[in-house]
C-alpha cells in the first residue's frame, strides 16, 4: 500500500504465507514418532559411521528381547553380545555395508531370560553423498512362532506316516549332504522284507511297523535310520568304523533271530546286505547299491534254499 501526505511517502508491505502445510507437516511428525513408539515390532535407526549407535529405538525394543532403550544406549554393540553365534557374521555384514539387504532373513537373538527368539529384519542402508553407508533403518519382527511352525511342518514332511522313520525325502537329503559336503566314512545297511504283500494281506503293516521299531531301538543319532520303500528299510551309519558296523550288523541279526523266536505268529523274515567305504563325498550311491546288491544275493540264497 503506497500512501503520500505533505509531500512525503509512506509504504507499507504485506506478505500473507499460508502456514497451514507446514502446521500439517509438525503435527504428522509428532503422529509418526507416537505411531513409531506404540509398534509391536522394533523400529530403529542406527548409525553405523563414525560409530555404531542407535538414533533411534521404539519401546518394543523391551517387550521383545527384554533389554530397554537405555541398555542399547550404554551399551550400543549390544546386538552383537546377543545373537547367536551362528548368525554374527551375518550381522556384521549389514553393519559393514557387505550384505543384500533386499532380503530379510531370520536371525537368533538370545532375550535377558536366556532364551532365544527368532528376529526377521526389514532394512534400509542409507549412504551419504560419497556413498558410503552411515546409516541402518529398518522393522525388526519377532517370528519365533513361525519358525517354530516351519520346523515342525519340515520335520512332517520327512517323516514316513506309518512307521515313524524318516522318508526317502530325509534319506536323499542326507544322501546329499555326505555325497557333496561332508567327508564322513559310512557304513549301510539295506534291510528288505520278504514276502511283505502276502503276510500285509493278513496282518496289515504290523511287520514293517516292528522292524521299524526295531531299527529305531538299535541305532542312535549317528545313524540315518529310513524307510526308502513299501519294503526298505535303509540305516546309514555316519562317521565309523568297519568293526563297529559289524557289530551294529550282527546286533541286528541276533534281535531278529530272538524276535522270531517268541514270535512264531508273526515272523520277520528280512534279507540284508551291508557295505562300507572310509569316504563319503562322491561314494554314497555306490555303497547304497553295493549294499543293495548284497541284500538281493542274500534274498536269492534264502530262496534257493527252500526250493
Known amino acids: 500500500m503506497n500512501q503520500t501526505s505533505n509531500n512525503s511517502k509512506i509504504s507499507s508491505s504485506f506478505s500473507l504465507i499460508n502456514i497451514n502445510e507446514h502446521t500439517y507437516i509438525n503435527d504428522n511428525k509428532e503422529k509418526i514418532v507416537d505411531l513409531f513408539n506404540r509398534s509391536l515390532d522394533i523400529i530403529y535407526r542406527a548409525e553405523v559411521y563414525p560409530e555404531f549407535k542407535f538414533s533411534y529405538l521404539s519401546p518394543s525394543i523391551e517387550n521383545i528381547l527384554g533389554y530397554t532403550i537405555e541398555d542399547h544406549i550404554i551399551t550400543p554393540n549390544l546386538p552383537l553380545n546377543i545373537v547367536h553365534p551362528d548368525h554374527k557374521e551375518y550381522v556384521l555384514s549389514k553393519i559393514n555395508g557387505t550384505t543384500d539387504y533386499s532380503t530379510p532373513k531370520p ?31 529398518g522393522v525388526s519382527r519377532d517370528v519365533s512362532y513361525r519358525i517354530a511352525l516351519e520346523g515342525k511342518l519340515e520335520k512332517l514332511s520327512f517323516y514316513d506316516g506309518l512307521t ?47 522292524l521299524a521299531n526295531i531299527l529305531i531301538e538299535l541305532f542312535n543319532e549317528n545313524a540315518i535310520v529310513s524307510r526308502s520303500g513299501g519294503d526298505e528299510f535303509i540305516v546309514i551309519l555316519t562317521d565309523t568304523t568297519l568293526h563297529d ?13 530272538k524276535y522270531n523266536k517268541f514270535n512264531k505268529d508273526l515272523l520277520l523274515e528280512v534279507s540284508i546286505g551291508f557295505a562300507f567305504s572310509e569316504k563319503s563325498l562322491g561314494l554314497v550311491r555306490d555303497v547304497i547299491n553295493t549294499a543293495d546288491e548284497n541284500m538281493y544275493s542274500n534274498k536269492r540264497r534264502k530262496k534257493s534254499k527252500n526250493i
Open 107 to 137: 536371525v537368533k537373538y538370545r532375550h535377558k531370560n536366556g532364551n532365544y527368539i527368532w528376529l526377521e529384519d526389514f532394512t534400509i542402508p542409507i549412504y551419504n553423498e560419497e556413498n558410503k553407508l552411515i546409516a541402518l533403518e
Open 164 to 210: 515313524g522313520l524318516h522318508n526317502k525325502t530325509y534319506l536323499e537329503k542326507e544322501i546329499s549332504i555326505l555325497d557333496k559336503e561332508k567327508n564322513l566314512s559310512i557304513g549301510v545297511i539295506f534291510c528288505d522284507l520278504d514276502n511283505l504283500k502276502i503276510t500285509n494281506d493278513t496282518f496289515g503293516h504290523e511287520c514293517g511297523d516292528m
Open 245 to 257: 558296523c559289524n557289530k551294529m550288523l550282527s546286533l541286528l541279526c541276533n534281535t531278529l533271530e
